[in-house]
């Protein structure tokens, strides 16, 4: 028979979707999106626009481009900053670039009297940011060739003059791994750095403090380096933000939160990812706890139909909506409530400045749905505002906090305020309504979507995901506000809503649960699934052994789902250890019955090891038990068990990492170093993996 041109439209689509999975592999950071409408796209780069970016900089007539390769938006952020401050300060004709808009092959034709930053992230085990896979594998390639085709002996690179920060996490073995190949890829290939590379450390809780001490050598460096002249930096808005008094926020071509052109007419079209959320309906939810002072919520998100798969041990994100109680409180500070439902046009006052959302919009929208408002305040945000304080002496103290790091932490970090926290604070509720909105824009970050570990099996439930989140609610002594997660509470707001309690938080957060246009009605939230590394061996006879405390227990509530489910349909199943870790039986043992039930199902195949931290005279903890099994898993790992971490990254991952290498010295009889050795080659070949946060 023939095919009619339907079948061949849908066979070519197979196709091409066949082809772009297994060429992109785990990977959808770039979608092309017929739109070009979606938030990365919204304002910047447009499909089929040129990647090259010395071409880019020549037609802009820009000297200094800034690239960053960022997961939560702070490298982002860093980018951004030098680049506003290099223009402003040294008068350096900047730009700010996505490490996925451009190639590099033609690095080595970059002019000599022109500066390239990197600002890089490293992401969980030493990986690159989604945005900076492409780039990374480029740099990685030791047979690297460039447009002119010169080999690496030939010093391709020796014109080029870089300049990099990295920002990493102490707590990770492969700290700031992304800065520092960088710089072995630029030193092997000839290219000159000026300044230090510097790296900030989110470990010891001092990124922003080594990023500010970083780079004023490097400018120091840069300007002796380009022949540059300081001058007195003032203020230069980044965006033009226009009122629009003729148009309506009803009109439907304004945008009220949707994160681009699909969702503003009503589309849901995949592919969903980063750029492109899924509005999913949650199918149920419950509370954990059977504390008073603490909730941790499960949530089953039903994303049948969406186009949206998953494998077990996959994250899912979570896109947040700002709690009303705070965009109130920034509308109010900023002397905007009046017209928060005015509509507004954004445009980069510079063609290549990205704007990080949709517009037309309106204040609303943008402060409830676009930006990180909750956050704490950055040192440098304090002295650019300074210029724009109500009286001349808020300026006088936002100038100090500025310039004092002791005084900035006794007086903004160590009292946990947001920005609008602490505006009202300082101005005594009076409004700033001097401040430019472009500042807030190129101040305050773009809203990040959270990540979970997907607590269900996607063998058991391939259309359900489920998640386990304990809800952030932090109150420090002394402190004038409790820090509310951004993201959590929202969770529990939806989690109340749908469980019909009328009266959802005790400190008045409000949620607009409801979404722009009524498109959340019922219960939704906006969601994508980020692939990962964090796997079952795909023989499940192949022992196990899982140490997840707290909510590092999600995954491995799937992984014994899964197993559950293999056993019953009469699979032989290997052992299937679990250390997991709470504070009492009765208040925070998360998913107790049903580790009972999977008990019945496995039989001896399933143990789980508990920790109670506050039952007994004694704390108890995940690594004592892991310490009392030792021969057991010593022997489970000569047999070529997995070996699974989740949870926090700080001290308990570290600290099992410490004590496995320990466990294998004492139980071989080997020296600690070649424990350490062994244990590096399990994580090398995927015998021990970490999902930690
Ligand atoms: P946020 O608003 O992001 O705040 C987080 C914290 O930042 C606060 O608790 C506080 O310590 C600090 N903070 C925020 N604002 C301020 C301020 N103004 N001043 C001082 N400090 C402040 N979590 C889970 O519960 N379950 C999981 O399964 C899980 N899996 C994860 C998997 C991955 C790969 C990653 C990266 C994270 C995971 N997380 C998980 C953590 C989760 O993504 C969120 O970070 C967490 O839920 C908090 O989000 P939030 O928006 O509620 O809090």
């Known amino acids: 028979t023939q095919l009619d041109t339907l079948d061949l439209v849908v066979l070519v689509a197979l196709f091409v979707g066949t082809v772009a999975y297994f060429t992109k592999g785990t990977y959808w950071s770039k979608p092309h999106d017929p739109y070009g409408g979606s938030l990365a796209h919204a304002n910047g780069l447009k499909a089929g626009k040129s990647r090259n970016f010395i071409e880019k900089m020549d037609e802009s007539g820009k000297n200094c481009i800034v690239f960053y390769g960022s997961q939560t938006g702070t490298a982002e952020d860093y980018a951004s900053r030098l680049a506003k401050e290099g223009a402003a300060r040294f008068g350096l004709k900047t730009m700010v670039a996505d490490l996925e808009d451009y190639d590099f092959e033609n690095l080595d034709q970059y002019p000599e009297d022109k500066i390239v930053f990197f600002v890089l992230a490293t992401y969980g085990e030493g990986e690159p940011t989604d945005n900076a896979v492409e780039f990374y594998e480029f740099v990685s390639n030791e047979d690297v060739t460039f447009s002119n085709g010169a080999a690496a002996e030939e010093k391709p690179l020796s014109n080029l003059n870089f300049v990099a920060f990295g920002l990493g996490n102490n707590t990770y073995e492969h700290y700031n791994s992304m800065v520092r190949n960088l710089n072995t890829f630029f030193e092997r290939l000839g290219g000159n750095r000026i300044g230090e590379a510097g790296e900030g450390d989110d470990g010891a809780g001092t990124m922003e403090e080594d990023f500010l001490a970083w780079k004023e050598p490097m400018w120091t460096a840069l300007a002796a380096h380009m022949n540059l002249e300081e001058r007195e930096a003032v203020y230069e808005p980044v965006f033009d933000v226009v009122d629009m008094p003729n148009m309506d926020a009803e009109e439907d071509t304004v945008y009220l939160g949707e994160p681009n052109k699909y969702h503003l007419e009503g589309v849901q079209k995949g592919p969903h990812n980063a750029h492109n959320p899924y509005i999913a309906p949650i199918a149920e939810s419950k509370e954990l706890f059977s504390a008073d002072d603490r909730n941790c919520l499960h949530m089953e998100i039903d994303v049948a139909g969406s186009g949206i798969s998953y494998t077990t041990g996959d994250h899912i994100a979570i896109w947040p909506t700002n709690a009303g109680k705070e965009v109130e409180r920034l509308l109010r500070v900023l002397g905007l409530e009046p017209k928060r439902h005015s509509v507004i046009k954004v445009s980069g006052l510079d063609p290549t400045a990205k704007v990080p959302f949709p517009s037309p919009t309106t204040y609303d929208a943008v402060v409830r749905y676009h930006m990180e408002i909750c956050a704490p305040v950055s040192r440098q945000m304090v002295s650019t505002l300074a210029a724009f304080s109500p009286t001349d002496e ?74 386990t989140a304990i809800v952030e609610s932090i109150e420090r002594p002394g402190a004038p506000h409790i820090v509310k997660g951004v993201t959590t509470n929202y969770l529990l707001a939806l989690k109340q809503k749908q469980h019909g309690d009328p009266n959802p938080d005790p400190h008045g957060l409000k949620y607009a649960l409801t979404g722009p246009r009524n498109k959340y009605d019922g219960v939704h939230v906006p969601v994508h699934v980020r692939h990962s590394n964090f796997k079952l061996p795909s023989d499940p006879k192949k022992p196990i052994i899982m140490v997840g405390p707290g909510t590092g227990v999600a995954p491995f509530r799937a992984f014994v789902q899964e197993r559950a489910a293999q056993a019953e349909k009469g699979e032989e199943v290997g052992r299937t250890i679990l250390f997991y870790g709470c504070r009492r039986r009765q208040e925070d043992f998360l998913y107790e019955k049903e580790w009972e039930t999977h008990k019945e199902t496995l039989g001896d195949k399933f143990h789980c090891h508990v920790a109670f931290s506050r039952e007994g005279p004694n704390k108890v903890y995940v690594q004592h038990k892991v310490q009392e099994y030792a021969d057991e898993i010593n022997t489970l790992l000569e047999q070529k068990a997995y070996f699974y971490v989740c949870g926090d990254a700080a001290s308990m991952a570290r600290e099992v990492n410490a004590l496995l290498i320990k466990i294998i010295a004492e139980k071989r009889g080997v020296s600690e170093a070649k424990a350490e050795e062994i244990v590096k080659s399990m994580r090398a070949s995927n015998q021990y993996q970490e999902d930690v946060w």
Do not use: C
């Open 394 to 467: 808020i300026k006088a103290e936002m100038t100090k906090m500025g310039e004092d790091k002791d005084y900035f932490h006794a007086k903004v970090a160590d009292l946990n305020v947001n920005l609008a926290q602490l505006l009202e604070i300082l101005s005594n509720g009076a409004p700033w309504d001097k401040v430019p909105f472009s500042l807030m824009i190129e101040g305050l970050h773009k809203i990040q979507p959270r990540y979970y570990s997907i607590s269900s099996s996607s063998v058991v439930q391939p259309g359900k995901i489920a998640i």
